[in-house]
DNA sequence: TATGAATGAGGCTTCATTCAT
DNA sequence: CATGAATGAAGCCTCATTCAT
């Protein structure tokens, strides 16, 4: 497999990773043609090949980015102590997730590529789960674990609605976590 | 209330669908071209065609039998008056999710397409919700409108890792939301 | 080869014939599937093959009914003894031409099928080009033979500019025509 | 006078264009596949399609190129001021037309595509029509216009049988043509 | 590094035709 | 006589990928 070297990234390379990320998230992993992504690019279509081997190789590449970009969000939150406060920035993650147009394209990719490739990558969250799961245990809950998947399963919900119910408001629903967790 | 008329299909019109429904849920609707379906549904593949008209027309059936065991689905809670009974049943619903095959695949289906087509049928669920906020409502929850969409977006993720997740175990967590909720 | 017996037609394949006639004549021979044929004459499509075996079937019932009625059009021409009225009905059969709208249609579809299948009946124009070759040599035009094809040739124009060029105005065209002969 | 611009074509794109010239011409452009051109050309099919976009694109790209040739063939006769030449010339056309054989299959398939698309290209001939109609005017002709429609329509008839009646014979109606005209 | 011509496999769809009813 | 379900071949077109330049 090949190594993809974040430090040695040419323009061309970056735009064609930045177009390749956009159209993925808006159409679709197996919708997009390599072609279009070239187009939008706008770089020739061998030019993909040459730099990530296969359409597959492209995906794999955002992919690894995002999970870059997921370890830096989670790692505030991991390091983190005080179990109030894990709770409270795992719910300010999922507010934030709706703010950037970039992040928000990052995590609806995140999404589709799980529902299009049937692949829930698990140990990206077993970090994350086992933070809350410790912090739900010091605040005195009787199932942490339970606890803790259940919050992450609210914020696969949540991510759901965000990408594709258009009306959906988040904040009345974080202020609704923020008082039922009391954080 | 509305009569639903049942065409008379023949045999092959419901191997193809239930085929259809079948590999659509598993590889997704793009990933999943007709002559596939026809293989699977041992048929030619002009049938397919002849009787949907189209691969999108050929959804579109699936999508609307769906919309009826959906209906179906959703009545016995929806003219339930117990409040109790009424967040019950919505938390069987979730459980009964995972047990027969059809029904399963059936909203498998369901989410695989919202997130290739990008459209949350947001009236199927309405009437679920009006049901659940009343309920709520009733039994002296302080918001109960985001009560009903709170315990919706649960439904949600738990379908996103009942999907996605090999290893998730839904019958804790359906124990945990009956004990939540008292049900 | 099946004989088609133009006594007994049920009504049904009277109406495939004239669909198929105003198609083949409106779209092509190539372009017009059976299908639409059958939509068009309001039967079931095997009904088509029942009676005329084939596409092809079809078209040759078409042509052979053309035929009879180009017999019965050149007839009062071919045994007219007066060699000013030969020309003066092959001018007035061009003018005609125009007129009726199956006849038109006709005509249209006898032009198209030359040019689909590259068969251009000489036998048919036979009879005619004789009796205009006759009839020029007892006016005592000088290559009657020539004289005669000329006509006919004109009269293949004219049939081109009537069914392709909309704005085209025959009536000018045949007074020109009767001056040019003085008939 | 307009500026053509003949971008440079590849040699396989040269092959495409004249092989499909050839079976539009040979079999009408509905009748003709593009993987029978592909096969013809000795490329792959695809490459039709990356070069001409579709196989009406293939077909706009021959008839373009027709049109260049037409305007190129019309230009010596439209700048010609002597009249008796006028005519000449436009009779020379004629006759040309069944000798080299890239100009035969390209005013047949003109002919063909006219009967199969139903458009008669007025605005080509307009310029020849004028031309005509002036000749025939300064030859002191009653009725010029008519004249030179005239002749425009017996150059119609004359295409239609050279490429739809194997047994006709040009030259005879050429002379005859000529001397009809003193030219 | 970068291009874009070229390919072969496969995608969706239509077609003429057959056959059981 | 008449239907329409069913088929297999073919039609147009797009795709991921390769390669000469």
Redesign the interface.
Known sequence: MQVITHFVMTEKQEKILHSALELFAKE?Y??TSTSKVAKHAGVSEGLIFRHFGSKEGLLDAILKEGEEQAKLLFASIVFETDPRLVIAKTIDMIESLGKSKEGFEFWKLQ??I???T???S?QKMEALHMSLSNAFNKLGYE?PD?EA??L???????A??L?????FQVE??IT?LRRKYRV
């Open positions: 679709g197996t919708a999404y589709k799980k529902w299009e049937e692949k829930y698990e199932t339970l998947t259940f992450l399963i609210t914020m696969d919900g949540i759901t609605r990408c594709l119910q258009e009306s009345s629903m609704f």
